[in-house]
C-alpha cells in the first residue's frame, strides 16, 4: 500500500453536510479507481479515472456523488448533503495502465455521518 | 445471484494449520483472478495474482484456480497469528474493473 496516499484518513460529518476525499496516486500512476466498502461487507467499485477524465462512473450513485482527477493535484471524490448510509470505508486504488493486473490500494478514508 | 461467492466465516484454526480459502464465481469471462489480505481498519494489500488455472505458488500461500469449475481457493501453509485478517477474493474480465467478493475472516489462534 505504500506510496497511494489519501487522506483525511477519518473524517465525520454531519447530515447535510458536504465530505471530500483526496487520493494521490503512487507516482508514475495515472489511473486512479474510487471503492467503498461497508461494514462486513466487500469492496464495490464506484468510478474509474483517469487524468482529466472519467472513464467509467457505473458504480456512482447518481446524484450527491462526483469524483474528479485533474492534470495537478490529487483525484477528489467529494459526496454532497452526506446521510447516515454514506458512513463507509472509501479506497482509492491506482495503476500505471489501465489493462495492469496489479493495482494498489491506499489505506482508506473511513467516513462517519452523525 | 453475486457475482463472486466468499464465505464471510470467521473462519477459526490454531497456529500452524493449513488454511483453506474459497471463491465461486457465475461470469465464466472472469480471467483474472487475485487474492487480497485487509488487515482491520487498513487498506487491501495484493498476495496473489493468476490467470490461469491451476496452482500458484508464493511461499506459504498457494493459490489454485479451476476455471471448469469456477471456484478459486488460496491455501495458506503453517498458518501464523499474524495471518488473522479479512481474506478477500477479487477476478475481473480482460478490461480494469475487479470484482470483489465479500471476504473471508480468518483468526489463527496462538
Redesign the interface.
Known sequence: ?AG?M?NPRHLVRRRGQEARLRCSPMKGHS?V?W?RQLP??????MV?LQKENI??ESGMPKERFSAEFPKEGPSILRIQQVVRGDSAAY?CAT?PG??G????????S?LTVV | QKEVEQDPGPLSVPEGAIVSLNCTYSNSAFQYFMWYRQYSRKGPELLMYTYSSGNKEDGRFTAQVDKSSKYISLFIRDSQPSDSATYLCAMKYSSYKLIFGSGTRLLVRP
Open positions: 500500500n497511494v489519501q489511473h479507481y471503492y462486513e461487507e466487500g469492496l464495490k467499485f474509474y472513464i467509467d479506497f495503476a489501465n489493462t493486473n496489479t493495482i494498489y490500494f491506499g489505506e482508506g473511513w
